[in-house]
């Protein structure tokens, strides 16, 4: 089965720390993804990645890096966390393509 | 880019009901359409799938037929569990997923 983890489930930071969420994938996934999932808003496309040290913008990019250095491990950034930033974090990997994504549980991440 | 409307919830049923979700999609060529569910307090993860013009995914008891016709991919279970309740998501790809808010259901014993 291919396994998607998260580093955290839940996570509580305060306004102007750097946050790390961290993604590893074991199933030697090329296409990695991460998402916010709001209420109402359903899931929304920060940044994604194609191969290692590639990136790319999503929907809502801003406020938000990446890192990828290894094939299995995508890493979101936020650089100055804001409370607009609390927010339940996905990650996901497919493999070869952008569809049939594998999830990972969540890292619900409150800012305050 | 591609994008999908699906139907608001909440929607709460009783136990051995039928369920429809409907979702419509927009797309400049021929997508391929997905469902995917999220448990209580899990990541989302594929249900069905269909890649093409009349492909009927199903999975789980649950079906979805692609209609080009009527740009839709509705979703249905005829009979539910409590099991079941769950968030549901209509997608479709460009170069990139693109998801629907989602339809929260509940499914009462």
């Known amino acids: 089965d291919v396994k998607v983890t998260q580093s955290s489930r839940y996570l509580v930071k305060r306004t102007g720390e750097k946050v790390f969420l961290e993604c590893v994938q074991d199933?030697?996934?090329?296409?990695m993804f991460w998402y916010r999932q709001d209420p109402g808003l359903g899931l929304r496309l920060i940044y994604f990645?194609?191969?290692?040290?590639?990136?790319e913008k999503g929907d809502i990019p801003e406020g938000y890096s990446v890192s990828r250095e290894k094939k299995e491990r995508f890493s979101l950034i936020l650089e100055s966390a804001s409370t607009n930033q609390t927010s339940m974090y996905l990650c996901?990997?497919?493999?070869?393509?952008?569809?049939?994504?594998?999830f990972g549980p969540g890292t619900r991440l409150t800012v305050t | 880019g591609d994008s999908v409307t699906q139907m608001e919830g909440p929607v709460t049923l009783s136990e051995e009901a039928f369920l429809t979700i409907n979702c419509t999609y927009t797309?400049?060529?021929?997508?391929?359409l997905f469902w995917y569910v999220q448990y209580p307090g899990e990541g989302l993860q594929l249900l069905l799938k269909?890649?093409?013009?009349?492909d009927k995914g199903s999975n789980k008891g649950f079906e979805a037929t692609y209609r080009k016709e009527t740009t839709s991919f509705h979703l249905e279970k005829g009979s539910v569990q409590v099991s079941d309740s769950a968030v549901y998501f209509c997608?479709?790809?460009?170069?990139?997923?693109?998801f629907g808010a989602g339809t929260t259901v509940t499914v009462r014993a």
């Open positions: 996901a990997s497919s493999f070869n393509s952008p569809y049939e994504q594998y």
């Open positions: 199933m030697d996934h090329e296409n």
């Open positions: 990645s194609y191969d290692v040290k590639m990136k």
């Open positions: 797309a400049t060529g021929y997508p391929s």
């Open positions: 269909a890649t093409k013009a009349d």
């Open positions: 997608c479709t790809n460009d170069y990139k997923l693109s």
